[in-house]
């Protein structure tokens, strides 16, 4: 990369090289003072200290202004500042008015390396100085016109170029903050839906391939449909991981009602499920996909930590204050079900729920375990919970 960006630091020779050119480059106006020591009829022990101060107030001006927003603190710079001020005034006091054009780059360093708190005094501070050595100076009257409003606006105009750099930087930290969380996020969502996904087809996968074993010595038949029924559900878990993986898994509530029925029965669960298909016209997609991923969290759980004999799943609508929601409930009467300290996948699932504007209540009632998931189920309501 040729050129720096605003608010870069230089990150090799190169990049170093030209900003020093362009700090550089507003050294021309230094003509004055250089024209003096050649042609101002000095003697030459006066010339050697002037080229002295001289290029001491420049090494200075370069070191100010090139480590500007390395983290110095407001001390370290004010004291650079004051050398300056003072380089300025002794050369000028000294060697004559056409020194005077020194405070002008005091003037732009303090703006250019103060924050604009201190900055809005130090730079009339200086042109004050300026001021009063012009009228101290034989003939400085005659450069303060020409010197003190370049001062006034090269240190402001500073202060701006200085807010600009920190709003930029400020700028790339947030975006590169909203890159990160974007990268969390889609993290997350890969583990939330692998971890639903995958418990599930590989909880069923277990119960068949028992049930497979236990019936392979006296009914190969129906080993072999167990098996066949292995190998379906390993192939649909292989693509829904895909969809998973390219972000386009949106699960539906009538494929998990049809898919708790075929894993709780297979399981020895008695399960209880709606009568009918549910009517889902209103429902808005992000309310079903995050209740049909309860509704597997749900069952996956029940079949493999309840120790449950029956299971009872309805989904149900309810008028709220804040408007109609679709509650799925799923209880069982085991006795292992989570307690209460909730797992990844409730974990999982309450932040699913909240993104979709629902909420999700799991606990122990009675001799079992009950979910309870809600979420919105009209496109204009934002907020679901509640019965």
């Known amino acids: 990369m040729s050129g720096i960006g605003i608010g870069q630091r230089p990150q090799n020779r190169r990049q170093k090289a030209v900003k020093l050119l362009w700090i550089g480059i507003w050294l021309a106006y230094l003509s004055a003072p250089v024209s003096d020591l050649l042609h101002g009829g000095h003697s030459d022990g006066v ?68 924050p604009f708190h201190l900055a809005r005094w130090t730079i009339p501070a200086v042109s004050a100085l300026l001021t009063g050595v012009a009228l101290a100076v034989p003939g400085g009257t005659s450069y303060l016109a020409g010197l003190l409003f370049p001062a006034l606006l090269g240190g402001f105009s500073m202060t701006g170029i200085r807010e600009l750099v920190r709003t930029t930087l400020e700028l790339r930290e947030a975006r590169a903050t909203v890159a990160q969380l974007a990268a969390n996020e889609e993290r997350l969502r890969l583990a939330r839906d692998l971890h639903d996904l995958l418990g599930h087809s590989l909880s069923l996968i277990t119960l068949k391939s028992e049930l497979a074993g236990r019936m392979l010595p006296d009914h190969p038949d129906k080993a072999a449909q167990e098996v066949a029924d292995i190998e379906h559900v390993s192939r649909q878990a292989l693509v829904d991981v895909r969809e998973a993986v390219s972000g386009y898994r949106r699960p539906r509530l009538s494929a998990e009602l049809a898919g708790a029925q075929v894993a709780l029965t297979t399981a020895g669960i008695t399960v209880d499920l709606p009568p009918a298909e549910p009517d889902l016209t209103d429902v808005p997609e ?80 009675g001799h079992g375990f009950r979910l309870v998931a809600r979420a919105p189920a009209d496109r204009t309501t934002d907020v679901g919970s509640g019965t």
């Open 286 to 365: 992000d309310s079903e996909t995050a209740l049909a991923w309860a509704l597997r969290e749900a069952v996956t759980n029940v079949v493999r930590h309840s120790g449950a004999h029956r299971c009872t799943v309805e989904l149900l609508r309810r008028q709220t204050l804040d408007g109609p929601v679709l509650e799925l409930s799923v209880e069982d009467n085991g006795s292992g079900s989570p307690g209460s300290s909730p797992g990844h996948g409730l974990t999982g699932l309450t932040e699913r729920l909240e993104k979709a504007g629902g909420s999700l209540e799991a606990g122990r009632v």
């Open 47 to 114: 010339r050697v200290l002037g080229w002295i101060g001289l290029v001491a107030f420049v090494a200075w001006y370069f070191a100010l202004i090139f480590r500007t927003g390395r983290g110095e603190t407001n001390g370290v710079v004010l004291g650079s500042v004051a050398v300056l001020a003072t380089q300025s005034t002794v050369l000028s006091l000294t060697l004559g008015r056409e020194w005077l054009v020194l405070f002008v780059y005091v003037a732009i360093s303090s703006g250019a390396a103060l």
